[in-house]
């Protein structure tokens, strides 16, 4: 018994009956155009008329709940005062940082079938909620506060269904409130239950809706993915540079304060272009809006190996062909491949030149990194145990742009990375 009535003692459940008449008040705008169209039916009986007018006035009800405005409004209401958990109409989005040459988001399709017709089925039984919550509801109440004046002699009674109940006089008229105003309250209840159990059939996601925010999460996940690898690639090896950068610092401090001047001019724009890169990053993940994303390609790899020169290490370099007609997508990827190749070189080869040889032709891009193996010596030897991490995401970002790689031993003191994409993706 306490459980039914703690619908009776909620503020939410009287809410939401007014929300009801709300509705049933909103009907009233359509009813000018219904008296407009009544004389086309006159010639018909009084009944047919009545129930004529009531079609009409319905279409124009449900009309209403055909613009996709209109269902926003209606979600957020429902979310707001009925306490209904409904998400926002799901609409796919370009996810933040999707550049040129990788695949877009399709537009989400519109509503089709039954789907287009449930936000109009709510305002019909919204406002048919509404009017009865009125109608009842406000006949009870106002019962309910007229029956008390029994008590001085006047009388009182209830006519529903063709029965009625007549208090008259004395104490009885009491009770006979009491059980309106409660009455009322269920009432109050009912409708609002029933708004609440319909909201998330009639106005929740459908299932095409639902595929939508799936594939939008999905999207969301595979950019934060992306990113979280991104700052794997460029964080790991401005750290690997800088570490380096400043053994060698330290060593020259004495002996050569020039280089070691220039090495620190190394790690200051080393960490520069890593905070760059870290503000976007992070501003991402935390759905802020974040800065311009730094765009890193083949172009700028003469910078990212000055950078090295200034850490100490010895780069041969051999670049050829157009490297500046790679595609966007093409381009970023084959720069972050070179610099997690370079850093892996950097943590775990044994010293000596590192070889980096980039090929742009016309159907391939080459990409490759050899360095020297055993025991490493020299500034930062030994500072970086291996994560297992690097390699494997290199393996993920050449899977997935539809390329090939090889990484192990070349010979019997050399290490080589070798990779291999396509200019052109298979269809």
């Known amino acids: 018994m306490t459980r039914g009535l703690r619908p009776l003692l909620r503020g939410s459940t009287y809410t939401g009956a007014l929300f009801a008449c709300c509705g049933a008040l909103a009907s009233i705008a359509p009813l000018p155009f219904v008296a407009l169209l009544s004389p086309v039916w006159r010639f018909a009986p009084y009944g047919a008329q009545i129930v004529l007018d009531l079609l009409v006035w319905a279409v124009l009800i449900g009309a209403a709940g055909l613009a996709r405005p209109t269902r926003r409004v209606l979600v957020a209401c429902a979310r707001r005062v009925l306490r ?3 998400p926002d109409p799901a609409a796919v989005r370009r996810p933040a940082g999707a550049h040129d040459g990788g695949p877009a988001s399709a537009p989400p399709a519109g509503p089709s079938g039954a789907d287009r017709w449930r936000t109009p089925l709510w305002l019909l039984l919204h406002v048919a909620l509404g009017w009865a919550g009125a109608l009842v509801g406000g006949g009870l109440i106002v019962a309910g506060l007229i029956l008390p004046g029994n008590w001085l002699g006047a009388e009182g009674g209830l006519v529903l269904f063709g029965r009625s109940v007549r208090v008259t006089g004395g104490w009885g008229s009491w009770p006979a409130a009491l059980g309106c105003l409660l009455l009322a309250a269920t009432v109050c209840a009912v409708v609002t239950g029933t708004l609440r159990r319909a909201a998330p059939r009639l106005l929740g996601p459908s299932a095409a809706e639902r595929l939508a925010l799936a594939a939008e999460r999905e999207l969301r996940l595979a950019e934060r993915n992306r990113l979280a690898q991104e700052l794997h690639d460029s964080i790991g090896h401005t750290l690997t540079a800088t570490t380096i950068q400043a053994a060698v610092a330290g060593e020259m401090l004495g002996a050569d304060p020039a280089a070691a001047r220039a090495a620190l001019r190394g790690i200051e724009e080393s960490a520069r272009a890593a905070l ?88 391939v891009l080459e990409l490759d990194v050899v360095n020297r193996t055993g025991a490493a010596a020299g500034p930062g030897a030994g500072a970086f145990p291996p994560s297992g991490r690097g390699l494997s995401g290199l393996a993920e970002r050449v899977r997935l742009l539809h390329g090939e790689i090889q990484a192990g031993p070349d010979g019997p003191d050399h290490w080589r990375l070798a990779v291999r994409l396509p200019v052109r993706w298979p269809a």
């Open 84 to 86: 209904v958990p409904l």
């Open 276 to 363: 760059e890169d870290l503000d976007y990053v992070l501003g991402v993940l935390r759905e802020q809006e974040a800065g311009t994303a730094p765009v890193r390609t083949l172009a700028d790899l003469p910078e990212l190996l000055d950078r090295l020169r200034h850490a100490g290490a010895v780069v041969e370099p051999e670049l050829s062909g157009a490297l500046a007609q790679v595609r966007g997508t093409l381009s970023r990827a084959a720069y972050r491949i070179v610099q997690e190749g370079l850093t892996n070189a950097l943590r775990h080869g044994a010293g000596g030149p590192v070889a980096v040889r980039v090929a742009a032709g016309a159907d």
